[in-house]
């Protein structure tokens, strides 16, 4: 084998190995997209399947990196290797945003149990929404039982990446507005479980009363998340809130719906990558003398568009 394939091949041997610069390279590779995305995420998806994946997300402000902070300090004191993928959608840097609670992370950068990348849009074909189960797998092929998925914000893509892990944490602050924006962003639809950070400031019980009180409203079935306060700053919180993420991991495994809900995200998945290309083609078609001839049949009411794209399409 010779180009991308081999070169992905050789990186995934080195990753599997320990070799943390091969991961990175990996991850880069799948951000980048084209021929070198493709063949480090064909690699990656007949390695993986062992890693379970956390998702934390919430409204700007809520403390989501201190906390995840936080609980990597709690899976460390476990013995557990763990992974962090930071998402921001916004960022045109390489290597994601810099963003000054991100690097509260920083404390667990030399530790060879950690793995922590931040990972914004780049020429990826479909974006963050491809390119993160891509590298939740390279990291899982790299050997992290655990990978954790954080975002910046609480927009779409936010909201449908983190949606996606295997357990989704919404953190929210003392306040009706949080959980008011909560409610509105769809956070209370994927949720598994919420933690109330910051909860040692003022409004922290009525925040609580206001979520219970929404989830009275919502049939979640045989798991209602719950809510933990925390004070992720102190560390306060943080075990309660690793073992109810550990409650719901084993409920998921019991009830067969672990597998269930990755059956749906492959779905989900491969649906998405067929849009895209279609997307693809349909840029490709709409480019070139063709193109615009057929434009200018349409715009003098020499062709209808229906019947003009029925043509670039071969219909």
Same mark, same amino acid.
């Given at each position: 084998?010779t180009?991308?394939?081999?070169?992905?091949e050789?990186?995934?041997?080195?990753?599997?190995?320990?070799d943390?610069?091969?991961?990175?390279?990996?991850?880069?590779?799948v951000?980048?997209?084209?021929?070198d995305?493709r063949?480090?995420?064909?690699?990656?998806?007949?390695? %993986?399947?062992?890693?379970?994946?956390?998702?934390?997300?919430g409204?700007?402000?809520?403390g989501?990196?201190t906390?995840?902070s936080?609980?990597l300090?709690?899976?460390?004191?476990?013995?557990?290797?763990?992974?962090?993928?930071a998402?921001?959608?916004? %960022?045109?840097?390489?290597?994601?945003?810099?963003?000054?609670?991100?690097?509260r992370m920083?404390?667990?950068?030399?530790?060879?149990?950690v793995?922590?990348?931040s990972?914004a849009?780049?020429?990826?074909?479909?974006?963050?929404?491809?390119?993160?189960?891509?590298a939740?797998?390279?990291?899982?092929?790299?050997?992290?039982?655990w990978v954790?998925?954080?975002?910046?914000?609480?927009g779409?893509?936010?909201?449908?990446?983190?949606?996606?892990?295997?357990?989704?944490?919404?953190?929210?602050n003392?306040?009706?507005?949080?959980? $008011?924006q909560?409610?509105k962003a769809?956070?209370m639809?994927?949720?598994? $479980?919420?933690?109330?950070?910051?909860?040692?400031?003022?409004?922290?019980?009525?925040?609580?009363?206001?979520?219970?009180?929404?989830l009275?409203?919502t049939?979640?079935?045989? /798991?209602?998340?719950?809510v933990?306060?925390?004070v992720?700053?102190?560390?306060?919180? $943080?075990?309660?809130? /690793? #073992?109810?993420?550990?409650?719901?991991?084993?409920h998921?495994? %019991? %009830?067969?719906?672990?597998?269930?809900?990755?059956?749906?995200?492959?779905?989900? #998945?491969?649906?998405r990558?067929?849009?895209e290309?279609?997307?693809?083609?349909?840029?490709?078609?709409?480019?070139?003398?063709?193109?615009?001839?057929?434009?200018?049949? $349409?715009?003098?009411?020499?062709?209808?568009? /229906?019947?003009a794209?029925?043509?670039l399409?071969?219909?």
């Open positions: 084998m180009g991308p394939g081999r070169d992905a050789q990186l995934m041997d080195a990753a599997a190995e320990g943390r610069r091969s991961v990175a390279r990996l991850l880069s590779m951000e980048r997209g084209g021929d995305a063949a480090a995420g064909a690699l990656a998806h007949a390695r %993986s399947g062992a890693a379970y994946t956390v998702g934390i997300t409204a700007p402000g809520a989501k990196s906390l995840t936080a609980l300090g709690e899976l460390r004191s476990r013995g557990e290797r763990v992974s962090v993928l998402i921001d959608p916004s %960022s045109p840097f390489t290597g994601g945003a810099i963003l000054g609670d991100r690097i920083q404390d667990h950068a030399l530790d060879d149990g793995f922590i990348r990972m849009t780049r020429g990826h074909l479909g974006g963050l929404a491809l390119a993160t189960p891509q939740v797998r390279v990291l899982d092929a790299a050997g992290f039982p954790l998925v954080e975002t910046v914000g609480v779409q893509v936010e909201v449908e990446i983190v949606g996606a892990a295997d357990t989704t944490v919404v953190v929210v003392p306040g009706w507005g949080d959980a $008011v909560a409610n769809g956070l639809e994927i949720a598994d $479980v919420f933690v109330i950070n910051k909860a040692d400031r003022p409004g922290a019980e009525e925040t609580r009363r206001d979520l219970d009180g929404m009275d409203l049939d979640y079935g045989e /798991w209602r998340p719950p933990v306060d925390a992720a700053t102190e560390g306060t919180g $943080v075990s309660e809130l /690793w #073992e109810q993420i550990l409650a719901h991991r084993a998921l495994e %019991s %009830s067969g719906e672990l597998g269930r809900r990755r059956g749906r995200r492959a779905r989900e #998945e491969l649906t990558i067929v849009a290309r279609l997307l693809e083609r349909a840029r490709q078609a709409s480019d070139g003398d063709r193109y615009e001839a057929l434009l200018d049949d $349409v715009e003098t009411r020499g062709t209808d568009p /229906w019947a794209a029925d043509e399409l071969g219909g």
